[in-house]
């Protein structure tokens, strides 16, 4: 299992009432590639993120929409459900408050201690986490600008420096730096994911003294 897929476990596993439901479910929604008054479709390439979904729209709204598999060129399956009933739709616009001309985050919508189940289904809606023992990079995906920059906000409140970048028409908000991955993690309810990461950092650290000394020592020995 990719570290992503750790992540999107662990998640998973504490969202447990309904505020977090409702706010897992929003992030999701929010940040799909497709939600307009005609069709909302989300889509992963995680069947973990994939199943979450489901359960989570059917906590909220009582049933399951459409799903399908796309079997993709690179090998890889596509999870995608799609909604198109417009009474459906219409009762999804109205409960999260959904205007398709302009995205953006309600923030009065999510219940007090939510916002970072909210964030963690951002990540569920299309973020990834490198795994540490390689590189420290954890990225979301946001369809619109306007969305990125309130992700960045809402990271910058909680004194995590993001950056943000465009890549194949989507926008994407990157985060660097194992101490600022590890709040992230924290923040949208890994903790054991932060662990992991903490003792791989540990692990990167010991590696890299011991690789200085002993060149070090190498050294000192060519020259006497």
């Known amino acids: 299992m990719s570290f ?4 999107r476990k ?29 069709r909302i479709c ?16 059917s906590a909220v709204f009582g049933s399951k929409p459409e799903f399908r598999i796309s079997h993709v060129k690179n090998g890889k399956d596509m999870y995608i459900y799609d909604i198109t009933d417009k009474e459906l739709i219409q009762k999804i616009f109205v409960k999260y408050g959904f205007d398709e001309k302009e995205r953006h985050i309600n923030r009065e919508i999510i ?3 939510s916002l970072g189940t909210f964030t963690a289904g951002v990540f569920l809606a299309g973020g990834s986490v490198n795994d540490p023992e390689k590189e420290y990079h954890l ?11 309130e992700l960045i906000e809402i990271l910058s409140e909680i004194e995590i420096s993001a950056g943000l970048t465009l890549r194949r028409s989507q926008f994407i908000v990157y985060i660097k730096g194992s101490e600022s991955i590890e709040d992230t ?34 050294g000192s020995g060519a020259g006497s």
């Open 4 to 7: 992503s897929d750790e992540v």
């Open 10 to 38: 662990e998640i998973c596993a504490n969202i447990n009432d309904k505020d977090k439901r409702f706010a897992c479910l929003y992030g999701m929604l929010l940040f799909s590639r497709t939600l307009t008054e005609e």
């Open 42 to 57: 989300f889509q992963s390439k995680s069947s973990i993120a994939a199943d979450t979904f489901g359960e989570m729209f």
């Open 111 to 113: 219940s007090i201690g």
């Open 139 to 149: 990225e979301f995906t946001s369809p619109e600008e306007k969305l990125a920059e």
């Open 185 to 218: 993690l924290t923040f949208i309810n890994a903790q054991q994911c932060t662990l992991e990461l903490i003792n791989a950092n540990k692990s990167r650290i010991s590696v890299s003294n011991f690789s200085s000394l002993d060149g070090s020592g190498a």
